[in-house]
T-cell receptor, first 111, second 117 residues
Framework: ELKVEQNPLFLSMQEGKNYTIYCNYSTTSDRLYWYRQDPGKSLESLFV?????AVKQEGRLMASLDTKARLSTLHITAAVHDLSATYFC???????????FGTGTRLKVLA | ETGVTQSPTHLIKTRGQQVTLRCSSQSGHNTVSWYQQALGQGPQFIFQYYREEENGRGNFPPRFSGLQFPNYSSELNVNALELDDSALYLCASCGRVGGARFDGTQYFGPGTRLTVL
């Protein structure tokens, strides 16, 4: 059974600093997704990673995938307050579109 | 392009009652999934519908049921509500009418906040 774990669960960081959120999954997965959720809001798609070594970047966020290590990372560069949100990764088992979500990382960027 | 819509936005029910939540998929999408998100948790997969058939189910009891209609919209029904059913219910759509390839990204609606008293 596919399980997804994220760490850290909570992250408080100063503006301008860099940090990485980690997403581990337990069995083979052919796709890895990252989403952002603001308080009381729905989920916004950030990235989809489809193959080993895939790297995607948008603004101050960069996501990567290592399928051999069953690990994805979301790297934040020079954080700004607007990045404060909860970030979820989700994996799917091969041949399905059933998302298994991680527990989420609640990020707070302090001015 | 119209996004995923859900109704109602908020709902309060009492234990033992039944509830129906509705979802309209994003235009061009033929697959709808439902998720339950308890406060402070990640979304949990309930089930998915494709071409009006259930196409996968998570670890939820049979009192959680659903439908998909020919226009790809969907309903989630929950019978015999329990206090633990209080959560944000999210609908997500994906896929391509006509079978064109896509990357599996699901697009989420704003959710229905269900409170069971």
């Amino acid at each position: 059974e596919l399980k997804v774990e994220q760490n850290p669960l909570f992250l408080s960081m100063q503006e301008g600093k860099n940090y990485t959120i980690y997403c581990n999954y337990s069995t083979t997965s052919d796709r890895l997704y990252w989403y952002r959720q603001d308080p009381g809001k729905s989920l916004e798609s950030l990235f989809v990673l489809l193959s080993n070594g895939a790297v995607k970047q948008e603004g101050r966020l960069m996501a990567s995938l290592d399928t051999k290590a069953r690990l994805s990372t979301l790297h934040i560069t020079a954080a700004v307050h607007d990045l404060s949100a909860t970030y979820f990764c989700a994996a799917t088992t091969s041949g399905t579109y059933k998302y298994i979500f991680g527990t989420g990382t609640r990020l707070k960027v302090l001015a | 392009e119209t996004g995923v819509t859900q109704s109602p936005t908020h709902l309060i029910k009492t234990r033992g009652q039944q509830v129906t939540l509705r979802c309209s998929s994003q235009s061009g999408h033929n697959t709808v999934s439902w998720y339950q998100q308890a406060l402070g948790q990640g979304p949990q997969f309930i089930f998915q519908y494709y071409r009006e058939e259930e196409n996968g189910r998570g670890n939820f009891p049979p009192r959680f049921s659903g439908l998909q209609f020919p226009n790809y919209s969907s309903e989630l029904n929950v019978n015999a509500l329990e206090l633990d059913d209080s959560a944000l219910y999210l609908c997500a759509s994906c896929g391509r009418v006509g079978g064109a390839r896509f990357d599996g990204t699901q697009y989420f609606g704003p959710g229905t906040r269900l409170t069971v008293l």
